[in-house]
């Protein structure tokens, strides 16, 4: 296993510089003038030369690439060209805010997808296993930005449920402010006994999680039923109904196990997806993770902004897919390395 570990480590550093020299790449040939962002349209040349060298941007272009990753290296990601910040900095305060959305959204995905998996695959053929394919289909098609913008103008629009923006009312700032901890707003009104905080960051986390697990519930649903439809036709399922076992345990303790490998590998690759569908759902519902910093990073023309999310989502990418791959070995040991 530790041979294993080292050589998806060695390839998922290879995909690493991979995607910062492509993006590093992109930033640069797009036609603009970073300095000129930087230092503000009524900057004299000298003042645009002045800076264009200060950020290297007078360098050939393998140069100010080596440079940068030098700069990764050490833990200086850049500063923003649109706020003068430090980059790392930023996507710090941003980070936690996009993983809870994520979070949520594929916790709703993997119980509510292989729960309705599973049922559908013990009844095929009846209503429920019709609507649980249709609904597979509808998460698959609808794109998120829509599904948003729908379940915005139902929910609070027209029943007024549930809040329809941010991450907390705003007014709790003031009368029930929540103490950082882990900086999941849920978590940590949780941890502190915040219950007004809590009943807030959760109503507004519900909208957005819901929009961002329409897409990896369809597919982990669908997964699921295909797997245990295959999987319920085993022989074992047959001796162990041969010998009374409980249908329920043949179903959920025998069938299920084996048929979750599949899903645990799809559902790794909606993970990824969501990590990036999440900067659609963070600017509908204007939730300030990494998707709404890279969508004004991208208008403002930050490159620096836009490689660090980059680098972020690559990074993250990476560590679902071996976190699959573990998973995957430790519920079928016909897959485990040698």
């Known amino acids: 296993m530790g041979r294993f570990l080292l050589r998806r480590l060695r390839g998922s550093l290879l995909v690493l510089l991979g995607v910062s020299a492509i993006t590093f790449v992109l930033s640069r040939v797009i036609p603009s003038n970073p300095a ?9 040349p000298e003042e645009v030369e002045r800076v264009t060298h200060a950020l290297g941007l007078d360098q050939p272009l393998p140069v100010q690439y080596l440079s940068y990753l030098r700069k990764v290296l050490t833990g200086d990601w850049g500063t923003s060209i649109a706020t003068k910040q430090p980059v790392l900095g930023e996507l710090g305060d941003r980070l936690p805010a ?7 959204a594929m916790t709703v995905a993997l119980v509510l997808g292989v729960t309705l998996g599973c049922i559908a695959a013990v009844r095929p053929g009846r209503l429920i296993d019709q609507a649980v394919r249709l609904l597979s289909i509808a998460g ?21 449920l549930l809040p329809p923006t941010g991450r907390m009312d705003s007014d709790l700032e003031f009368t029930a402010p929540i103490h950082s901890i882990t900086g999941l707003n849920t978590v940590d009104a949780l941890l502190t006994g915040n219950g007004a905080a809590l009943a807030s960051a959760s109503a507004h986390l519900i909208l957005p999680a819901l929009t961002l697990a329409a897409y ?14 295959e999987a319920l036709q085993q022989d074992y399922i047959r001796v162990g109904r041969a010998y009374g076992v409980p249908e329920r345990t043949l179903v959920w303790r025998v069938a299920l196990r084996n048929a979750l490998p599949p899903t645990v590998t799809v559902l790794g690759l909606t993970a990824a997806y969501a990590l990036t569908g999440a900067f659609f759902v963070e600017v509908v519902f204007d939730w300030p ?23 972020i989502g690559a990074v993250a990418y990476v560590l679902v897919n071996l976190a699959v791959d573990l998973v995957h070995a430790r519920l079928d040991p016909r897959v485990r390395p040698a």
């Open 289 to 311: 993770g990494l998707g709404q910093y890279a969508a004004s990073g991208l208008l403002s023309l930050d490159y620096p902004a836009v490689m660090g999310v980059t680098l």
């Open 98 to 104: 996009t993983l809870e959305l994520v979070g949520a």
């Open 36 to 44: 000129l962002t930087y230092v503000g349209a009524k900057a004299t």
């Open 140 to 160: 698959v098609s609808v794109p998120a930005f829509w599904l948003g913008l729908l379940l915005q103008l139902l929910v609070f629009g027209r029943l007024g």
């Open 216 to 229: 990896p519930l369809g597919v982990v649903a669908r997964m699921t039923r295909t797997s245990m439809l």
